[in-house]
C-alpha cells in the first residue's frame, strides 16, 4: 500500500500550524527547512570552495571579467542605446567568465540565465514596464533551456541583450519631443493594470478603482505624463500585442479579437488599420511567420 503525496509547501504548511499551536516560540518555515533539510556543513564548504577558486585563479593570473565592462554593457540596454552595447560586447579583456557550472552546456544556459536577469532588470529602469520585461525573460530562459549548443546558446544570450536594448530604445523613440517630467508612479502602476489585462475590454474606471483614485483625475495626470490619453494608450499596447499574435501565432482574426476584448473583428481590423495603415491579413502576410 503506498504513502499518500502531497506538495512539499502543503506539508510544511500543515507541519508550521501545528508546531505553532503547541509551542509559544514561533517557527518559520525557513526555520523548518533549515532544520531538517539543509547540511549544516554547507557553509563551511562553500567558503572552502570560495578561498580555493580565488587562491587558483590568483596563481594562473585570471580574474573575473572586469565590473566597469559589465556595468557598460547593462547600461546600454538601459539607455537603449544599441551601438553601446555592440560595442561593449566586443571589448577585449584579460579577465574570464566564472564557471557556473561543471558541464559545459549547463554552464552556459546558467550564464545566459544570469545574463537575461540582468538585462530584465535594466530594461525596466530604462522605462519597460515590469511585466512586459518579466514576461520577456520568461521566455528567454525557457528558449535557453530548449538549446545544447554552446554556440548557438552565446548567440541567443546576446541576441536577448539586443532585444532589450531595442525596446527601451523604441520606448525612448515614443518619448522624444515630449517635456520630461518626473516619474509618476500611478502612471506606472496605470500602465502596469493595462498590461496585465490587456486581453480583456479595459475601462478606466476600473483602472482607477483599482489604484483607489479618482477617474478623471488619473485621466489627467497620464496624460500629462505619457503626452497621451489612457484610452490611446491602450490601443497602441493591443496594437502592438496583434501584431505579435499575427507575427508568430496560428490564431485567426476573429479569436485574436476575441482574445484582446475586441467586440468583433471587423472592431479590430479599423483598429489595426487606423494605427498600422495596414489590413489585419496584408500585416500577416508581410511578418508572420510561415510555419503557422
Not at 509551542?23 to 563551511?44: E, G, K, P, Q
Not at 549548443?149 to 525612448?172: G, I, P, R, S
Not at 506606472?188 to 493594470?193: I, L
Not at 499596447?237 to 476573429?254: F, I, M, Q, R
Request: aromatic share 10%; glycine share 4%; proline share 2%.
Amino acid at each position: 500500500m503506498s504513502a499518500p503525496e502531497c506538495e512539499f509547501s502543503d506539508f510544511t504548511s500543515h507541519v508550521l500550524l501545528v508546531y505553532n499551536l503547541l509551542h509559544t516560540s514561533f517557527l518559520s518555515r525557513d526555520d523548518l527547512v533549515t532544520a531538517n533539510c539543509m547540511d549544516s556543513s554547507m557553509d563551511d564548504a562553500i567558503m572552502e570552495d570560495f578561498s580555493s577558486l580565488v587562491f587558483d585563479r590568483r596563481e594562473q593570473e585570471q580574474p573575473h571579467n572586469p565590473y566597469d565592462q559589465e556595468l557598460r554593457e547593462f547600461s546600454s540596454i538601459e539607455h537603449g542605446d544599441i551601438g553601446m552595447l555592440r560595442r561593449s560586447l566586443q571589448e577585449d579583456y584579460t579577465g574570464k567568465i566564472g564557471t557556473l557550472a561543471k558541464d559545459e552546456v549547463r554552464h552556459m544556459r546558467n550564464r545566459g540565465i544570469v545574463v537575461v536577469t540582468l538585462a530584465s532588470r535594466a530594461a525596466i529602469r530604462g522605462g519597460l514596464l515590469p511585466e512586459v520585461s518579466f514576461s520577456m525573460s520568461d521566455v528567454f530562459i525557457q528558449k535557453l533551456e530548449e538549446e545544447s549548443d554552446t554556440a548557438v546558446l552565446l548567440n541567443m544570450m546576446h541576441q536577448f541583450e539586443f532585444k532589450y536594448a531595442e525596446m527601451v530604445a523604441d520606448l525612448n523613440s515614443q518619448k522624444a519631443g515630449r517635456p520630461r517630467k518626473d516619474q509618476n508612479p500611478r502612471v506606472d502602476q496605470c500602465k502596469d493594470y493595462i498590461f496585465k489585462h490587456l486581453h480583456e475590454k479595459i475601462r478606466i474606471q476600473d483602472i482607477a478603482d483599482e489604484l483607489y483614485l479618482n477617474a478623471n483625475y488619473l485621466s489627467e495626470i497620464f496624460r500629462q505624463h505619457e503626452g497621451l490619453t489612457i484610452t490611446d494608450f491602450i490601443l497602441r499596447e493591443k496594437v502592438g500585442l496583434t501584431k505579435n499574435l499575427l507575427s508568430y501565432s496560428p490564431y485567426s482574426y476573429s479569436e485574436i479579437a476575441a482574445y484582446l476584448g475586441f467586440s468583433s473583428q471587423s472592431h479590430l481590423g479599423k483598429t489595426f488599420k487606423k494605427h498600422t495603415g495596414m489590413t489585419l491579413k496584408q500585416y500577416r502576410d508581410q511578418y508572420g511567420v510561415r510555419e503557422f
